[in-house]
């Protein structure tokens, strides 16, 4: 028997602890594959292009979309984010499993596309704590921050659609849970290939 390839997809609102627990699962598990996104918007302080994003300018994003080159796309923050279909086409031929770091909007579409998706939400312990890890992080303007408040209120609606939620009110709890999910998820019968 051979295991299929897993697609695992970890939506949270901005300041809950996604990519802080991405980056947890891939040391964990090196075997599998982060699905670098491509965006619009311009590189944070330490960000680096390749490693944590595409970046790439609004008309060649727009350009990328026309040529089919997304799984999936979507405008948040006032800037496009999308997964290039030559990931999950890279992840299938290595046999590897893969994991996409990406908002509900993108995840619907995943789902949507590949029924096997593992969906995971990232939540915060409350609102009141997103907006003070959002201060404390000190990227954004408060403008900024009171905008990602509005719209994380929104995300968490979406948290229905997913097949595990993770709070993350203690970093060392949401990683065993997470690595759990993972774990548990390669055991299931129905991911082998007779």
Not at 143 to 157: G, T
């Amino acid at each position: 028997m051979k295991e299929k390839n897993l697609i695992i997809v970890l939506s949270a609102p901005s300041g809950a602890g996604k990519t802080t627990l991405c980056k947890a699962l891939l040391k964990k598990f090196p075997e599998i594959l982060y699905s670098v996104s491509c965006t619009s918007r311009p590189p944070r302080k330490g960000e680096k292009n390749g490693r944590d994003y595409f970046f790439v300018s609004k008309e060649e994003f727009e350009k990328m979309i026309k040529n089919n080159e997304f799984i999936e796309w979507a405008k948040v923050h006032g800037y496009y984010y999308g997964t290039p279909l030559k990931n999950i086409e890279t992840a299938k031929k290595l046999k590897r499993d893969i994991v996409l770091d990406i908002d509900v909007q993108g995840g619907r579409k995943i789902k949507k596309k590949f029924k096997d998706a593992v969906m995971i939400f990232i939540s915060p312990p409350s609102i009141k704590v997103l907006k003070e890890r959002l201060i404390k992080r000190g990227k954004d303007s408060l403008k900024e921050i009171e905008k990602r408040i509005r719209i994380a209120k929104l995300e968490m609606k979406e948290k229905i659609f997913y097949d595990y939620e993770i709070i993350n009110d203690d970093l060392k709890e949401a990683k065993k849970k997470l690595f759990s999910i993972y774990i548990a998820e390669k055991c299931k019968i129905r991911r082998k290939d007779a």
